[in-house]
Each structure stands twice: as structure tokens, then as C-alpha cells.
């Protein structure tokens, strides 16, 4: 893969129909944004992280390096109809001199989708069959993919057949609520002492401390102004503290801010004030009748008021008001304040190609393979040893 080409440069004609196209040009890339929407609806995995404007906001704002290439994959030689599309960025040489390839992602991607139609797998073949030609890389680091579905099965199976080595790992488990009844019927059915400790800490930031909470949907001119305030409460979180929270870093706001203020209204803010104090904010987006939670947090100097699990419970009942809205995704890692208000889960892999050599075969066997079998092996053992020293440090 020459990372230095443009996709003028590189057009090429597989031997089943299929035109692959190589765009290293963030202007060229500009030029498949309407054929790129269109596509995103054939695949499987239609989710926001794979969508034109969040790859070009995330580029914009997140760049690791200057050197990209994005593989796109048309029907045929009209290139009128795009049947798959991979981004890879080079992460450049790391200390042992290796040339790491990587999807465009990072923590704020959340999660991530190998963009192919669904009637289509084959596309990703003539891809990763140039890439398994191409002697420029030595692994590839595909994260936060969505497990369990046709399109990873398939991708596994074409890795396998053109024998490029990869290691899958577990990744994130991420609650998700099916919204199928009304707020009321879904609260209800939760446990009593739950029922009775959520509405008194409602009553208590609601009727008792002058709270209020604000929702927006979609852009309008109050968004950037609201949007401050998230900042606000951004930089009174423990996640600020540690350097994580949005507000921590100039680029975080403006990729959050230029995906709020896109065409496609996908924002819903939801804010809570106490005595006219912004103290909660959730960023959600609504996509595909999905309601993700992107981003949240609360301020500390108001822990005591359980701002976040309030403001919790009013996107909830906003959610189920809303028939554009069929399932609330929590995104991220499972937490107990997610569980408590979830009905099933989306699992994540970890995937890192590995390009042909020994070096890398025995790597392969050995995490895949033997380190599996050596840690279930040594665990009755250590579980064993630990249960000796318990036993001789009651005797003492």
C-alpha cells in the first residue's frame, strides 16, 4: 500500500466485477459523501461511528498522522453504486521499527462496523487480498468492532482463506434498553425499594432544590449556547480531574461541536440545572432509531443530589415518548448505572492482522492458542496457593 498515491493514481478492475478505488485526498473524499450515504444502508452495521460525517469530523479534529488510505469498493466500472468501504490511517514506525496500519478510531469512536453491503461480503476480499500483497505493513489494529453478526463471520473467513494471520480478542459489553412499552409500564416494573429510592431522589433535585431539566433535539439556536454549558459541567467532573472529560482538550469540543451542528439534527441534549446552576448534561445521538449515549458527566460539588442518575431517568422518559426511538444505547463499558436500566447488551471484538512471517505465526499460536490453554491450566493452581496461605495465616 503506498500511502503517498491518490486514488486517480490507483483504480483497478478485480476479476469479478468489483472496481477498487485507493483515495489518500481528504478534498477527493468530499466527492463520494452522497454515494456514501446511500451505501451506508446496505450494510449490516449501519451505525453513526461508520457514517461519512463522523469519519470526516473525526479526521478533522483527531488525525493521528497526514497519511491515510481509504479503500472503496464500487459494483462496477460506472462507479455508481459503492459496495464497501475501509479507512486506514499509518500510525508511522513505532520503537522496534514496525509500520502499524489502523482503523479510524479512537475512544470517542465507541464503537466501529466493517462498512460492506450486505449482499456484497465479496468486496472485502479483493481489499484485504491487496493488503495481504502489500509487504509495507506489519499489523493492522482494528478495535471496537461489533461482534456477533455476518459481516465479522465473513471477514474472519476471508482472513482465514487468504491466510492472513489475526488475533481476536473480547472487547467492551455495552448495555442497551429495548424501548417496546411506555415509561410508565418499564418503571414499574422495576424493583420496589429501586421504584421508591429513584423518585426520592427525584423529589429531592426536582420539587426540594429548585432543579430543572432541559431537553433539545436537533440544531436550533439555542444548541451552542447549551453546549457551553455541557462544557461547564465537563470541567467540574472527576473524568476532568484525570484528563478524559470533553472539556479537557480543544479538539474534543470542536469534533462534539461539528457533530452537533451537522446537517443530519442528530444531537439531543439533555441538561439539569439546580437554582439555575448548569449541574448534568447527557449528549446523546439519535441514528437508525437508536438513541446513543455518547457522552455524560456531573458536577462534584453537587454529588449529593444524585444529578446524574435525575437527569438519567428524564432522558429515559423522553426516549419512550419519542416513536423515532426504539432501543436507548448505553455505549461503553457495562457500569452498574447502566445495567440497572438495560435489557440486553452489544458485544465488541479487538482485531490485529498480522502480515506473513514466522515471527508473527508463532505470536499468533502462542496468544491465540497456548496462552489460553497455559491460563486455564495455572489458575486452579494459583487459586490453590492462595487458599494454603489463607489457611496458615488463620492458624497464626
Known amino acids: ?61 483527531f488525525r493521528p498522522s497526514n497519511s491515510f488510505t481509504i479503500y472503496v469498493v464500487y459494483i462496477d466500472e460506472t462507479r455508481g453504486r459503492i459496495c464497501a468501504i475501509l479507512p486506514f490511517y499509518k500510525q508511522g514506525k513505532t520503537r522496534n521499527n514496525k509500520n502499524i496500519l489502523a482503523t479510524w478510531s479512537n475512544t470517542h469512536s465507541f464503537r466501529t462496523g466493517i462498512l460492506c453491503d450486505k449482499e456484497h461480503f465479496k468486496a472485502l476480499d479483493k481489499i484485504f487480498t491487496r493488503l495481504g500483497n502489500d509487504l509495507s505493513w506489519d499489523s493492522i489494529h482494528i478495535p471496537y468492532l461489533v461482534a456477533d453478526n455476518s459481516t465479522e463471520n465473513a ?4 482472513l482465514s482463506k487468504l491466510r492472513i494471520q489475526y488475533l481476536s480478542t473480547p472487547g467492551m459489553i455495552s448495555p442497551v434498553l429495548e424501548l417496546d412499552s411506555n415509561w410508565d409500564e418499564y418503571f414499574n416494573k ?13 423529589r429531592k433535585v426536582l420539587e426540594k432544590s429548585n432543579g430543572s431539566v432541559e431537553i433539545y433535539h436537533g440544531t436550533n439556536k439555542e444548541l451552542n449556547k447549551k453546549l457551553e454549558d455541557c462544557w461547564k459541567i465537563s470541567k467540574n467532573t472527576w473524568k476532568h480531574k484525570i484528563g478524559s472529560s470533553i472539556a479537557s482538550d480543544n479538539d474534543r469540543i470542536k469534533f462534539y461541536e461539528k457533530i452537533a451542528n451537522n446537517e443530519n439534527d442528530w444531537v439531543v441534549l439533555a441538561l439539569l440545572y439546580i437554582d439555575n446552576t448548569p449541574t448534568a448534561f447527557e449528549y446523546n445521538i ?3 432509531k437508536t438513541l446513543y449515549n455518547l457522552k455524560l458527566g456531573y458536577d462534584q460539588n453537587y454529588k449529593k443530589y444524585s444529578p446524574g442518575i435525575v437527569l438519567r ?30 435489557t440486553g447488551q452489544v458485544k465488541h471484538i479487538n482485531l490485529t492482522l498480522y502480515s506473513r512471517s514466522l515471527r508473527h505465526a508463532i505470536l499468533v499460536l502462542y496468544r ?17 496457593l492462595i487458599n494454603v496461605k489463607k489457611s496458615n495465616s488463620l492458624k497464626h
Open 313 to 342: 431517568l428524564k432522558m429515559l422518559e423522553w426516549a419512550f415518548s419519542n416513536n423515532d426511538i426504539n432501543r436507548f444505547d448505553y455505549m461503553g463499558n457495562a457500569a452498574e448505572y447502566k445495567i440497572m436500566f438495560s
Open 1 to 61: 500500500m503506498k500511502f503517498s498515491h491518490s486514488s486517480n493514481e490507483i483504480k483497478s478492475k478485480t476479476n469479478e466485477g468489483y472496481f477498487i478505488d485507493e483515495i489518500s485526498d481528504i478534498n477527493e473524499l468530499k466527492t463520494i459523501k452522497e454515494k456514501w450515504k446511500k451505501f451506508q444502508n446496505h450494510c449490516e452495521i449501519n451505525i453513526p461511528f461508520n457514517t461519512y460525517d463522523w469519519y470526516y469530523a473525526w479526521w478533522e479534529n
Open 190 to 202: 422495576l424493583g420496589r425499594k429501586t421504584r421508591e429510592s429513584l423518585r426520592r431522589k427525584s
Open 368 to 384: 491465540g492458542k497456548l496462552r489460553p490453554v497455559l491460563s486455564k491450566m495455572i489458575r486452579p493452581l494459583k487459586e490453590f
Open 286 to 288: 439519535i441514528y437508525n
Open 155 to 158: 471477514l474472519k473467513n476471508i
